[in-house]
């Protein structure tokens, strides 16, 4: 059991290190010198796993949990899990990279001059059933631009399938196992800002 576990932390750190942002527009060494921003959410026109649409997605898993009475438990916590646990992960490990407060990121910042948007475009909840188990996966899309003016987008990129999964196995929530893609996302998009955009 202990080298199963051994195995798959190799397997998702190396795919992990793998993963890198896509640059789209602009530059991340436009981020040099801003240490605040105001932080956005975007879940519009989500894709869910193998579905075309997230209402795929939610209508198949409601059938299942129809006869337990849980359908709607989960619908309802598949919506609240944004708020929950995916953003405040991605704040806590974004802002956790810089110890000093010399660069912060929050939700409803009015004074900030700069706005990160972060835009998930699918989502794989993965799953733990004991003996197999499967990472979460994101797609998402980072753009930067000024809070007063959007169109001047100082920079966006893409990345793919940026995983997500408890310690030690222990990730059997749906929502948990997410949370943890938000963390490794910004944890990279904070990376990033570090070697890049400072050098």
């Known amino acids: ?15 992990s290190f793998g ?3 896509k640059l789209i527009e602009g530059d991340v060494k436009n981020l040099k010198g801003i240490t605040s ?29 129809d006869e337990k009475g849980t359908a709607e438990e989960f619908k309802a916590s598949w919506f609240s899990d944004r ?29 900030s001059k700069y706005t990160i ?5 699918w989502i794989n909840p993965g799953y733990n059933v004991g003996v197999m188990r499967q990472p979460s996966k994101i797609n998402a899309d980072i753009t930067v631009f000024e809070t007063a003016n959007p169109e001047n987008i100082l920079y966006k990129a893409s990345i793919d399938k940026v995983l997500g999964n408890g310690a030690a ?21 904070a990376n990033d800002v570090v070697k890049k955009a400072n050098k």
């Open 117 to 121: 948007l972060v835009k998930t475009k």
């Open 83 to 111: 708020e929950a646990r995916y953003e405040p992960k991605f704040i806590e490990s974004f802002n956790k990279r810089f110890e000093d407060n010399e660069i912060v990121v929050s939700k409803n910042n009015t004074t």
């Open 19 to 21: 993963q890198k942002f």
């Open 1 to 15: 059991m202990k080298f199963k576990i051994l195995v798959f932390t190799l397997f998702f750190s190396f795919a």
């Open 37 to 65: 921003y105001n932080l956005l959410f975007d879940y519009q026109n989500l894709m869910v796993d193998k579905f075309d649409t997230e209402e795929e997605f939610l209508e198949e898993k409601m059938k299942k949990r």
């Open 169 to 189: 196995g222990f990730d059997y929530n749906s929502g948990y196992r997410i949370s943890e893609s938000y963390a490794l996302l910004a944890k990279k998009f």
